[in-house]
Nanobody, 117 residues
Framework: QVQLVESGGGLVQPGGSLNVSCLVVGSIYRFEAMGWSRQALGKERELVAGIGTNDFVYYHGSVKGRFTISRDKSKNTVSLQMNNLEPADTAVYYC???????????WGQGTQVTVSS
């Protein structure tokens, strides 16, 4: 059974940095695309960043220039480096995987990121 296991997250002050990572367990299959979505309290879930075939990357407009997604196919992991964090980035962050950036079929359980002074 495929599972996506997130780590990282936590509490950080505005302007700070955090890194969240995700490991695919239960399968040696390498997904075509992996990504990170988030859901803030009372808001809809949104795709934050994705990395697909040939390392094509996508970023939501609100995080461009601040977040960087990276992937290690040999270890079956994906990470999201988040810099210059803002209170609006506070959300539960979910690791995702699937056949394309827009078709994410597998989801992790989520990790909380809180940006507050």
């Amino acid at each position: 059974q495929v599972q996506l296991v997130e780590s990282g997250g936590g509490l950080v002050q505005p302007g700070g940095s955090l890194n969240v990572s995700c490991l695919v367990v239960g399968s040696i299959y390498r997904f075509e695309a992996m990504g990170w979505s988030r859901q803030a309290l009372g808001k809809e879930r949104e795709l934050v960043a994705g990395i697909g075939t040939n390392d094509f990357v996508y970023y939501h407009g609100s995080v461009k220039g601040r977040f960087t997604i990276s992937r290690d196919k040999s270890k079956n992991t994906v990470s999201l480096q988040m810099n210059n964090l803002e209170p609006a980035d506070t959300a539960v962050y979910y690791c995702t995987a699937g056949s394309s950036i827009l078709t994410q079929s597998y989801w992790g359980q989520g990790t909380q990121v809180t940006v507050s002074s």
